[in-house]
């Protein structure tokens, strides 16, 4: 036989792989395409012409009804959002600020810890940003001291949507979907906190680059002027309270002038403010209560309200034809949609002067299937750089005399999420946030009482902890002792984790799964056993059907555009073209 014909006969051979590897593909996708229809909740529509003239004036009249709707619930979604941010303050009251007046706060770690912790405190990273930047004009710290409160704030801010995210907590497959596309944030700030906080502690990056950039600067007049979203929300704040942000400036600057004034505007002027609570005249800490409490409860109505409303609206065709116009990429350049995203993020939350607001409106349609979180990571990312523009405004507004120093705060906070989006965004391999994400995810969606876990530790506990063992121990000794043996823990955890999936063959026979440790310690399955028999109301086993939701939403957290069905699936194309 010759060699040609050999290779005739080895040449089928050869290509029989690809070929099933291809057919293998296109399984995978269909099996996808199949699962999104389920999730999105398309069924068959009667095409526009085939409607009657009653049914189309109906059918018009509550698309705009809906809309209206729409747009009061987001409405009144801000406004609580901002209501709840001041309420927040008059219960701090004047303790908002002093909980950075304090020679320990010199401590990066601290000062990270505090951060968060006043951020979580009054539910806005602008607000404590702002307080930042007055203690840093009022010269009660340097810039140095002042960088790890800033990355502290970055991370504090993410807790917003997260919570927002509780709220699909009935439905597993959306809490699973909802909790990933939230988290997406939470991961990419801890991870840009842990780089950048070592090596900004190591070298002063931060620092020496703002600084470079802020020599020569000039107060600008009308900074504090610009209001964009605001000027649309204050005018029914205003009626509910309105706060006296001179006040609330002394007090951060220490400034004994303002030991006993309120934070509350009751006085405007000679005459008494027309806002309801400075009618009601009940001081700082009761209103700030009441306030608290309704705007929890309006923030929460209108939240279930808008999920709802969105899930009626965007479900058949539209939920399908929106999933794929924002999921799809930029025609032969597809690289290129990630960046548009960055920059859509960064505009609209420049616009609506909250990172909160923008992703805590995300966070839902994540849930529904209509954002895919792979498309969340971008947004967020944008939404970072976007909520620096407030600080930025603030500092702006300073005296001559400390522009350079609030300015360079201010730009910290820029070049602190600038940089981590170079980390973590353009190398694909290193966008670490989004499998960490996903992971969280899928397991909330199993276990759903880790939620709760998972918002006390990254949130309240642990930065109380931290905050505790330093005010014990000063030095920082015993700071150290703990952190240092917990991090190798955490960097030896994962580093096995990596070798037993990519190289299990330098690994020990023993080590190549985890199955060697107690089942305590490498599941979760014993502590949920143990949350069921505590409480049984609070934890149930997944039916089928939900662990078929469960399934069906996990098809999902790494769907691409080319997985989703197209128009031709539908017939989308036919039913736009009857609406010509």
């Keep these: 036989m010759t060699t040609s014909q050999e290779a005739d006969i080895e040449q089928p051979h050869e290509a029989l792989p690809e070929k099933m590897k291809q057919q293998e593909n296109g399984k995978v996708k269909k099996e996808k395409k199949e699962k999104l229809l389920v999730l999105l909740d398309v069924p068959p529509s009667t095409p526009w012409r085939e409607i009657t003239w009653k049914q189309k004036v109906e059918k018009i009249f509550w698309i705009e009804a809906k809309t209206v709707a729409l747009l009061v619930l987001l409405y009144l979604f801000i406004c609580s959002l901002d209501l709840l941010s001041s309420s927040l303050m008059l219960v701090g009251g004047q303790s908002t600020g002093d909980i950075f007046d304090n020679d320990i706060v010199k401590n990066p770690i601290v000062g990270l810890m505090m951060g968060i912790l006043a951020t979580v405190l009054v539910q806005s990273s602008s607000t404590s940003t702002s307080i930042v930047v007055s203690m840093v004009a009022a010269g009660m710290f340097d810039v140095k001291t002042a960088i790890p409160i800033i990355m502290g704030a970055n991370v504090g801010t993410s807790i917003t949507n997260t919570l927002v995210a509780v709220t699909r907590i009935n439905n597993r497959a959306e809490f699973g979907l909802a909790f990933a596309g939230a988290t997406v944030h939470d991961m990419f700030n801890w991870l840009t906190v842990i780089v950048l906080l070592i090596v900004e502690v190591s070298t002063g990056y931060l620092f020496y680059l703002t600084n470079a950039l802020v020599a020569n600067l000039e107060p600008q007049e009308g900074a504090e002027d610009i209001k964009l979203l605001k000027a649309i929300t204050e005018p029914f ?330 128009n031709d699936d539908l017939g989308v194309e036919n039913q736009a073209a009857d609406l010509k």
């Design 237 to 566: 704040t205003k009626l509910i309270l309105e706060l006296n942000k001179t006040v609330f400036n002394g007090w951060a600057a220490n400034d004994p002038t303002f030991d006993d004034a309120t934070l509350l505007r009751v006085w405007c002027g000679e005459e008494k403010c027309k806002s309801l609570f400075a009618l009601l005249d009940i001081g700082d800490t009761a209103s700030g209560a009441i306030m608290t409490v309704v705007s929890l409860l309006v923030l929460c109505g209108c939240l279930i309200l808008l999920v709802k409303l969105l899930q009626n609206v965007l479900q058949g065709p539209m939920a399908l034809l929106l999933q794929r116009t924002i999921n799809a990429n930029i025609p032969y350049v597809p690289w290129l949609t990630g960046y548009l995203a960055i920059l859509v993020g960064a505009g609209a939350t420049f616009v609506l002067q909250s990172s909160s607001v923008f992703t805590s409106a995300l966070t839902p349609l994540v849930g529904m299937g209509v954002i895919t979180v792979n498309r969340m990571y971008p947004l967020c990312l944008g939404s970072n750089i976007g909520t620096t523009t407030t600080a930025v405004l603030a500092a702006l507004t300073a005296d001559a005399s400390k522009l350079q120093d609030t300015m360079q705060i201010a730009m910290c906070h820029l070049f602190f999420n600038l940089t981590g989006i170079i980390i973590f965004y353009p190398i694909p391999f290193m966008r670490w946030p989004l499998p960490l994400c996903k992971k969280l995810g899928k397991t909330t969606a199993k276990f759903r009482w880790f939620a709760f876990f998972y918002l006390l530790m990254a949130f309240l506990l642990v930065p109380l902890f931290i905050l505790g063992i330093s005010l014990a121990d000063p030095s920082g000794i015993a700071l150290l002792c703990v952190l240092v043996p917990v991090l190798a823990l955490i960097v030896a955890i994962v580093v096995i984790t990596v070798l037993q999936k990519k190289v299990p063959k330098v690994l020990p026979k023993f080590m190549k799964d985890w199955k060697w440790l107690p089942l305590w310690m490498r599941s979760l399955e014993p502590a949920d056993q143990l949350f069921s028999k505590m409480c049984k109301c609070c934890v149930k086993e997944p039916t089928q059907d939900e662990l078929e939701e469960i399934a069906t939403a996990e098809a999902i957290y790494d769907l691409d555009p080319s997985s989703a069905p197209s």
